[in-house]
């Protein structure tokens, strides 16, 4: 005895019908990808470069002959280095760097946006790092802020057990900007606009209710196909006209 199929059932499309699908909407899914694809390139590529440069700060202490120093406590140099981690990138700072440079047409919290600070993993070094459209601004800046820090530093020294915070390695002027990536944003969407006009492909197929072929008829409404109407117009007789 033959088991009957449920509506339900028949009706579940099958990886080849979604291919069938895909197939006939491909014009869509290009379409959309080369729209997405070449309106984020074309944005990347109006956008202003962006550089960036980085200085590396060591945070070390001053010897002395307190034996509770923190130069024989490689834990308590690394808990202070992110202290001073955060201490970078505070407003002393910055206000400092923008009287050392001259920096008039930018005030201290514009400057801040762009700077940032990262303590190395288990280390005593801090790679302060700063963005600006110009490269060798970046390089000035990130320069600056190293210089201002540790002398800011040197200066609470005496109430912060003798700490101190050296340039390891300066800053130097970058070649190539970080942002914008046009190749990097144009992949991006090309990928999503593949699988957005995937997306726009299956929903103009569900909302078109016209039959593609005779098979689909047979398929869906599970009754055999005799024949097939060709689709024809009719002509209007020459008595009709007058």
């Known amino acids: 005895m033959l088991e009957e199929t449920s509506p339900e059932r028949r009706n579940t499309p099958s990886p080849r019908d979604l291919l069938r699908v895909l197939w006939r909407r491909l014009w869509v899914i290009v379409l959309v990808a080369i729209v997405l694809m070449g309106s984020a390139t074309g944005?990347?590529?109006?956008?202003?470069?962006?550089?960036?440069?980085?200085?590396?700060?060591?945070?070390?202490?001053?010897?002395t002959d307190d034996s509770t120093n923190l130069s024989g406590n490689v834990e308590g140099v690394q808990q202070l280095t992110t202290t001073m981690t955060?201490?970078?990138?505070?407003?002393?700072?910055?206000?400092?760097?923008?009287?050392?440079?001259?920096?008039?047409?930018?005030?201290?919290?514009?400057?801040?946006?762009?700077?940032?600070?990262?303590?190395?993993?288990?280390?005593?070094?801090?790679?302060?790092?700063?963005?600006?459209?110009?490269?060798?601004?970046?390089?000035?800046?990130?320069?600056?802020?190293?210089?201002?820090?540790?002398?800011?530093?040197?200066?609470?020294?005496?109430?912060a057990s003798g700490v101190t915070?050296?340039?390891?390695?300066?800053?130097?002027?970058?070649?190539?900007?970080?942002?914008?990536?046009?190749?990097?944003?144009?992949?991006?969407?090309?990928?999503?606009?593949?699988?957005?006009?995937?997306?726009?492909?299956?929903?103009?197929?569900?909302l078109d209710d016209s039959w593609s072929s005779p098979e689909e008829v047979e398929r869906v409404s599970g009754v055999p196909t005799f024949g097939i109407i060709p689709e024809f117009e009719v002509l209007e007789s020459k008595e009709g006209k007058k």
């Open 86 to 159: 955060e201490a970078v990138t505070t407003l002393p700072v910055a206000q400092g760097v923008v009287e050392e440079l001259d920096l008039s047409s930018r005030n201290a919290e514009g400057l801040l946006e762009n700077l940032s600070a990262e303590q190395q993993i288990e280390t005593s070094l801090i790679e302060v790092t700063y963005r600006d459209t110009d490269p060798q601004r970046a390089q000035l800046v990130a320069n600056t802020v190293g210089q201002v820090f540790s002398e800011q530093v040197e200066e609470l020294s005496p109430r």
């Open 165 to 206: 915070a050296t340039v390891l390695e300066p800053a130097v002027a970058p070649e190539t900007p970080v942002n914008p990536d046009p190749l990097r944003n144009g992949l991006l969407a090309l990928v999503f606009g593949v699988l957005l006009g995937a997306g726009l492909a299956f929903l103009l197929e569900y």
């Open 43 to 63: 944005f990347s590529l109006l956008q202003a470069p962006t550089y960036e440069a980085s200085v590396t700060l060591f945070i070390g202490q001053k010897a």
